[in-house]
C-alpha cells in the first residue's frame, strides 16, 4: 500500500506593502530555500527498546534516560535519543461543528481500532500436529479479542491470508484452512539423513565430528563396501539439504518483513504473534537485523510462539526409527539437540530485538497467546549514534544495563549490523513523517491544536476539513535578513474504521515575517486547512506537523463521525 501525498504550498510573506527592487532581492526565492532537515534521529542512529522488568516479571515505568547505560562492543555510548512508551493511549476525538466553532473532546466513537493484531503462522517448517494446537489456541484467542482490535491471519508460504478485520466468522474460517506446507520433507530414511543444521555443520563449518559420522551411517544405509564414495554423497546431500532449507528461511523472514511492512500503516497499536517451531537462519544475520530495524521504526512488536510446545528429547522420540548403532545415533541426538536450541534462537531474538515476548517450553497454549498478545505497558526506546561507526556490515554486540538495577532485569536486542552506506538524508526526514503519520502516539514538541469540521452536500457525499493551527507564541523563529522565518510540513490523514489509510495531503507553511508581522499574529497565530472528500462514515484523523528550524514534531488524533 502506498500512500499518495499531494504537494503544496502556502507562503507567507509579511504585511503586502509595497517594495523596492533592492528589497525584494533580498527576499530569498522559494526554490532556493534551505534544503529539509533530517530530524533529530540521525541517519545512523541506532534505536534499542528495552523493556524493564521487576521480580514479579511486570513492566516497570518511571525510569530516566539516566537510569540507563548502552555499551556497543563493550564501549559505553551516549544515549542520544529517550522515550517511554505506555500502552493504550486513549485517542482526543472531535465532533462536526460550525464554522469557526472550538471543538471539544469527547472520546472515541464505540468500533474505532485501537490495537492491530497479526496472527502470523510458520506454516513452512511447522508439523501437522503442531499447527493443529497452536491453531486451535488461536481460535479461542480470536473470540477474547476486544471490540476495538482489529486481527489479520498471515503464514509464511503465502497460501493462506486474511487482511485485519472485525469479522470473527472470516477469522475462524481461514484458521481452518491452515496446514503445514514445507518445502521439503525430513523423513529419516534418507541416505544419508540429516537436518538443515547438520548440513551447515558440514557444509560451512567443517565439523571433524559430524562428518565422520555421517560418512559411517552413508557406508551401513548404501550399503558400500568402503568409505570411498561415501564423502562425496555425504557433502552431495548437504548440499541439497543446505540449499533447501536457506531457501525456506529467507522465505520466512521475507513474510516476516512484509507483515510488518503492512501493519506500519495501521493506526494504533501494532503486535505480531509468530506462531513457529523456529527456523534455522545462519546466512541471514542481516536479513534478520533489518527486520528488528524496521519492527522498532514502525513501533512493531514481535510476539512468539514456540509451537512445539513442552521440550522433548530427540533421543526420547517415538517416531523417529532406531539409529544404525548407538555411536552414530548418540551424535546425531546431540547435534538434534543443538538444532532444537538454534530453531528457538530466531524466535527469541524477535522478541528481544523488538520489545516482545517469547513463550516457549510449554502446552498451555491459551496461556501462551494470552501472554504474548498483552503488550508491557510500559517500555522504553533508547537511540544512540555509533561513534567512529565503519560501514562495514560488521556485527556490533550490545548490552543496556541499569545503573542501579535494584532487583531489575532488561529485555533488549542483543545487537545490530553496521551499515554499508548512510541513508539519504531527505528521504530519512521523509521515511519518518511517514512512520509518525502511521503511528497512534501522540506527540507536543510543537504549538499546535487540531479542529474538524464536515459538510454534507448530499446523503452519498461529504466534505471533511481538517484545521490546524500553530500558535506562534511558542514556536522557535530564526532571524535572517530581517525576517522571523521557519518552515513546517503539515501532513494529515483519514483512516476508516479498520485502520486502513483513506486519503492524506501534506501542505508546506514558508514563513518569512517581519517584526511588526510577527506581533500581530502573535495572539491569532495561523489556522492552514487541508479538506477531503469522502463518504459518510467514522474516519480517525491523523495529523503529523513538523519544524525545520527547532526539527520537531507534534502529532495528533482525532474521528469525524459522518452519519
Known amino acids: ?3 499518495g501525498i499531494v504537494s503544496a504550498s502556502l507562503v507567507f510573506l509579511g504585511v503586502a506593502v509595497a517594495q523596492t527592487e533592492t528589497q525584494q532581492a533580498s527576499v530569498p526565492e522559494t526554490t532556493t530555500r534551505e534544503q529539509p532537515a533530517t530530524f533529530r534521529t540521525g541517519v545512523n542512529l541506532v534505536m534499542v527498546p528495552v523493556v524493564v522488568r521487576d521480580r514479579q516479571s511486570r513492566a516497570v515505568g518511571g525510569l530516566q534516560q539516566e537510569d540507563f547505560q548502552v555499551f556497543d562492543k563493550g564501549k559505553p555510548q551516549i544515549i542520544s535519543r529517550f522515550t517511554v512508551e505506555k500502552s493504550g493511549v486513549v485517542l482526543k476525538t472531535v465532533q462536526p461543528a460550525k464554522t469557526g466553532e472550538k471543538l471539544p473532546d469527547q472520546g472515541v466513537p464505540a468500533g474505532m481500532p485501537e490495537r492491530f493484531v497479526a496472527y502470523l503462522f510458520d506454516d513452512l517448517h511447522i508439523s501437522f500436529g503442531d499447527l493443529a494446537r497452536v491453531r486451535d489456541a488461536a481460535t479461542r484467542h480470536i473470540d477474547s479479542l476486544a471490540p476495538t482490535d482489529r486481527a489479520a491471519i ?3 508460504s503465502g497460501q493462506v491470508q486474511l487482511d485485519f478485520t472485525d469479522d470473527r466468522a472470516a477469522l475462524h474460517e481461514t484458521l481452518m484452512r491452515l496446514i503445514p506446507r514445507p518445502m521439503n520433507q525430513r523423513t529419516f530414511h534418507d541416505c544419508p539423513d540429516l537436518s538443515y543444521y547438520m548440513a551447515d555443520m558440514v ?3 567443517n565439523d571433524p565430528v559430524l562428518m565422520p559420522a555421517l560418512i559411517a551411517e552413508t557406508v551401513i544405509c548404501a550399503n558400500l563396501q568402503s568409505a570411498s564414495g561415501a564423502d562425496a554423497m555425504v557433502r552431495g546431500a548437504a548440499q541439497r539439504v543446505f540449499s533447501m532449507g536457506d531457501q525456506q528461511s529467507r522465505i520466512a ?3 516476516i518483513r512484509d507483515v510488518i511492512r503492512r501493519m506500519s500503516g495501521m493506526p494504533g497499536q501494532r503486535t505480531i504473534i509468530f506462531a513457529s ?3 534455522y537462519a545462519p546466512e541471514q544475520q542481516q536479513e534478520k537485523t533489518d527486520i528488528m530495524d524496521r519492527a522498532i521504526r514502525y513501533n512493531v512488536t514481535v510476539n512468539s510462539i514456540d509451537a512445539r510446545g513442552l521440550y522433548t528429547d530427540p533421543t526420547f522420540d517415538a517416531s523417529r526409527p532406531g539409529p544404525i ?3 552414530i545415533g548418540r551424535i546425531k541426538d546431540q547435534y538434534d539437540r543443538d538444532s532444537m536450541r538454534a530453531d528457538a534462537d530466531v524466535l527469541a531474538e524477535f522478541a528481544a530485538g523488538t520489545g516482545g515476548a517469547f513463550v516457549e517450553n510449554t502446552n498451555d497454549l491459551d496461556g501462551a497467546f494470552k501472554r504474548v498478545a498483552t503488550a508491557p505497558e510500559y517500555y522504553y526506546v533508547l537511540g544512540f549514534s555509533p561513534q567512529n561507526l565503519k560501514l562495514d556490515g560488521a556485527f556490533h554486540a550490545l548490552k543496556v544495563t541499569l545503573k542501579d538495577p535494584a532487583g531489575l532485569s532488561t529485555q533488549a536486542r542483543r545487537g545490530y549490523y553496521a551499515p554499508k552506506h548512510l541513508s539519504d538524508a531527505v528521504e530519512t526526514a521523509k521515511e519518518e513523517i511517514r512512520e509518525a503519520l502511521f503511528s497512534k502516539e501522540e506527540l507536543h514538541e510543537l504549538p499546535i491544536d487540531l479542529h474538524t469540521q464536515f459538510f454534507k452536500s448530499t446523503n452519498e457525499n461529504a466534505r471533511v476539513t481538517v484545521l490546524t493551527h500553530v ?18 510540513t503539515i501532513t494529515a490523514a483519514l ?4 485502520g486502513n489509510y483513506i486519503t492524506g495531503n501534506q501542505k508546506l507553511l514558508e514563513m518569512r515575517l517581519k517584526d511588526e508581522t510577527l506581533e500581530q499574529r502573535a495572539d491569532t497565530g495561523f489556522t492552514v486547512r487541508s479538506t477531503f472528500d469522502v463518504k459518510p462514515g467514522t474516519y480517525m484523523v491523523r495529523l503529523v506537523v513538523r519544524d525545520a528550524e527547532g526539527q520537531q514534531m507534534s502529532a495528533a488524533n482525532g474521528t469525524v463521525d459522518i452519519p
Open 1 to 3: 500500500m502506498r500512500l
Open 154 to 156: 498471515y503464514t509464511t
Open 203 to 205: 557444509i560451512n563449518k
Open 253 to 255: 523472514l521475507s513474510v
Open 277 to 279: 517451531p523456529g527456523f
Open 325 to 327: 548403532n548407538s555411536n
Open 471 to 488: 500558535d506562534l507564541r511558542h514556536l522557535r523563529l530564526r532571524k535572517a535578513e530581517g525576517r522571523n522565518r521557519n518552515e513546517l
Open 495 to 498: 483512516f476508516d474504521r479498520n
